[in-house]
């Protein structure tokens, strides 16, 4: 799954410089957005900032961040903290049992992120990819409603 999948709307990324880069060609719509990438702003920022919709911007960042033309800027991004990830195994242990650490590690990895440093903005999107996983019905949304709780508290 790419960094830029899901909802990306308070995602920020900055500009890279590479050594190895050669000759890279960008139009100038590719251009403006890689101008506006400056670490601070997020993607609905940057959105507003060129009057451009999310869906098309998405695609644009997608070609830039293949040409590795811009990254995350972790320094930036809210994370999780520890008490929400404690909260989130609790819970899918009691709807999965002792599994659920696996779980929770296999789905993190599976996104492209360190559970150490997990993205506050991808919280929802962990908890939904979770409750998929849990095969009884009455489980999974006790599950779902405890972590909407949860998910209400985190400032992203």
């Given amino acids: 799954m790419s960094a830029l999948s899901g909802d990306i709307s308070r995602l920020v990324l900055k500009r890279t410089v590479r050594a190895d880069l050669g000759e890279v060609s960008l139009d100038s719509e590719m251009l403006q957005v890689l101008m506006e990438l400056d670490g601070r702003k997020n993607i609905a920022q940057v959105a507003r900032s060129l009057n451009m919709n999310i869906k098309h911007l ?25 008490n929400f990830l404690r909260d989130l195994s609790a ?66």
């Fill in 58 to 82: 998405r695609i644009v960042l997608n070609k830039l961040y293949n040409l590795r033309l811009c990254e995350a800027a972790r320094e930036a991004i809210p994370l999780l903290d520890r």
């Fill in 91 to 156: 819970e899918l242990s009691r709807a999965m049992g002792p599994i659920a650490d696996v779980v929770i590690e296999d789905e993190i990895n599976e996104m492209g992120e360190d559970p150490e440093r997990f993205p506050a903005h991808r919280a929802a999107e962990l908890v939904d990819m979770l409750a998929r996983q849990i095969p009884r019905e009455e489980r999974k949304v006790a599950f779902q409603q405890a972590m909407v709780k949860r998910l209400r508290e985190i400032k992203t």
